[in-house]
């Protein structure tokens, strides 16, 4: 008895600290996940005289993909991107965060364009209102443009077999 | 180097062609400032948004300041931020439900600590035997008592 109280204190600690260990403390939890999506109008990447609007995609189940050609980590995760994108299960829109619309471009020919199409936020707005504090991110957005999930960081095989795909057929049902 | 010399003398001639950023508003620089502090930086969470030069925050300042500038309380830019970045850009995080364990949890490991210190010490008391001294002894140390304050007054 006079040990089991220290050592059942110790195994709580470790415990704690144990799942501490396992989270990434770099993962902000988003308010907006169940949230109706920011709507935004900008302008396309490849052809900035169209605009392109989140509300054009009301009835689709889409992927909203942040993204831009100084970023290391969209470069990880772009060839699961190309991947999808050839798949046709689910369309990919790019917003291209930040970046110089000339180095964008040629980024997507040199390693392939998933996207249907990308817009350009060059400032920055609209990433403030998805609450983007780093690329990549990606954001599931269902038939009445409601953020269903949101990665953070690069999408893998195992995330998209285990989480957006299964959640993708449930929305398109 | 002639070609500097014209640089500069255009320069100095135009002051509003060297590239200026914002108009100059001390006071608004301030309350940015006093503002972003207790805001945290997402991309470098240790830092607050005051000190960080990362992408981001130089933008979120900018926000900030537009915000200020159109006349918008402090509560509302915070309320801004909270409904994109959640809870956790304060370095404060606000009294509810979900942070009872946050805000109290210090002070009920106090106080569980005080019950404990309490009932230890209490148990120690109950631990000491009192022993009354017996006469002989009692006599004994009467006499070495006032013996030493016989010394004393010597």
Redesign the interface.
């Known amino acids: 008895m006079r040990y089991l109280i220290p050592l059942v204190l110790f195994i709580g600690l470790v415990a704690f600290l144990a799942i501490g260990l396992g989270r990434d403390?770099?993962e902000?939890?988003?308010?907006?996940i169940n949230k109706p999506a920011p709507n935004f109008q900008l302008a396309q990447l490849h052809d900035p005289s169209k605009q392109f609007s989140a509300t054009e995609m009301r009835g689709k189940v889409w992927l909203l993909n942040v993204w831009a050609s100084w970023c290391v980590s969209c470069r990880e995760e772009h060839p699961v991107l190309v991947q999808l994108s050839r798949t046709g299960s689910v369309p990919i829109y790019g917003l291209n965060w930040?970046d110089q619309r000339q180095d964008a471009i040629s980024w997507l020919s040199e390693l392939g364009n998933p996207y249907v199409l990308s817009v350009s936020d060059s400032?920055?707005?609209v990433a403030?209102?998805?609450?983007?504090?780093?690329a990549p991110e990606t954001y599931l957005i269902d038939k009445n443009g409601v953020i269903r999930f949101k990665q953070i960081g690069p999408i893998d095989q195992d995330i998209l077999d285990k989480k957006i795909l299964p959640l993708v057929k449930q929305l398109n049902q | 180097m002639k070609k500097v010399l014209v640089i500069l003398a255009l320069l100095l001639a135009f002051p509003s062609a060297i590239p200026a950023q914002e108009p100059d508003d001390p006071k608004l620089d301030e309350r940015v400032q006093v503002f972003s502090e207790q805001l945290r930086c997402l991309v470098c969470q240790n830092e607050t948004l005051a000190d960080s030069q990362a992408m981001l925050a130089v933008d979120l300042k900018q926000q900030i300041r537009e915000q200020m500038k159109a006349g918008k309380t402090d509560k509302e830019i915070l309320g801004y931020l909270t409904d994109r970045y959640g809870d956790f850009v304060l370095y404060r995080p606000p009294v509810k439900k979900k942070t009872y364990l946050l805000w109290f949890g210090p002070f009920i490991l106090l106080a569980a600590g005080l019950y404990l210190l309490f009932r230890y010490i209490r148990s120690r008391r109950s631990q000491i035997h009192e022993e009354p001294l017996s006469a002989a002894e009692h006599a004994r140390a009467l006499e070495l008592l006032q013996k030493q304050s016989g010394e004393e007054t010597i």
């Open positions: 403390p770099h902000v939890p988003s308010p907006l930040k400032e920055g707005r403030i209102d998805y609450g983007v504090y780093g």
